[in-house]
């Protein structure tokens, strides 16, 4: 099946800093999105991109799924930001409903 | 107002017992999901159905039977609760193609003891 990968699995930012998280896919998907889950467990919908370049206050996400791959940006981090971050997205073709998701990175803001 | 709505929140029980997960949503979508995240947070999918019909059943014990008494509910029941039961299972909905993305309750945190 279709493998979702994404980097860094871990890090740590201090706030104020930016970052750049990547998740790869090893085949074509439809639906991508991202997703934040807080401390308190809850997955919460950053963007639904399944291609372009979407910006929401202090993130933004680009996907380009000719290449299999998105990045999400934090710029200037809060602690608030703290937690899992995941994208998944939907096997292409259209064989199946199920989303996909990757791994995760876990972010820790430090003030 | 939640878009998807899952209860109880929590549940901790002994091993053995009979359990049941709800979960509703108000979006009008026609597919809901039922995920489980272990320990080590990896999410996957466990069942799907779109309109009250199973679509999707990912190699999951036939302890665990979702029922779908009409598209905006999907309830999860547990049967002879084991351990390795614990987790927490996420309910979610889409439209059929996914477009405009999922939408994820809050989740119900079981524990098995």
């Known amino acids: 099946g279709i493998q979702v990968e994404q980097s860094p699995p871990d890090l740590i930012l201090q706030e104020g800093a930016n970052s750049t998280l990547r998740c790869n896919f090893s085949d074509s998907v439809n639906n991508l999105q991202w997703f934040h889950q807080n401390p308190w467990g809850q997955l919460i919908n950053l963007f639904y991109?399944?291609?372009g370049t979407k910006q929401n206050g202090r993130l933004s996400a680009t996907t380009v799924a000719t290449e299999r791959y998105s990045l999400l940006y934090i710029s200037s981090s809060q602690t608030t930001d703290s937690g899992v971050y995941f994208c998944?997205?939907?096997?292409?073709?259209?064989?199946?409903?199920?989303?996909?998701f990757g791994t995760g990175t876990l972010l820790a803001v430090q003030p | 107002d939640t878009a998807v709505s899952q209860t109880p929140k929590y549940l901790v029980t002994q091993m053995g017992n009979d359990k049941s997960i709800k979960c509703e949503q108000n979006?009008?979508?026609?597919?809901m999901y039922w995920y489980k995240q272990d320990s080590k947070k990896f999410l996957k999918i466990m069942f799907s159905y779109n309109n009250k019909e199973l679509i999707i059943n990912e190699t999951v014990p036939n302890r665990f039977s979702p029922k779908s008494p009409d598209k905006a509910h999907l309830n999860l029941h547990i049967n002879s609760l084991e351990l390795g039961d614990s987790a927490v299972y996420f309910c979610?909905?889409?439209?059929?193609?996914?477009?405009?993305?999922?939408?994820f309750g809050s989740g119900t945190r079981l524990t098995v003891v």
């Open positions: 979610a909905s889409s439209t059929a193609s996914g477009n405009y993305g999922y939408t």
């Open positions: 979006l009008g979508h026609d597919t």
């Open positions: 991109i399944p291609s």
């Open positions: 998944a997205g939907r096997p292409g073709g259209g064989a199946t409903n199920k989303l996909i």
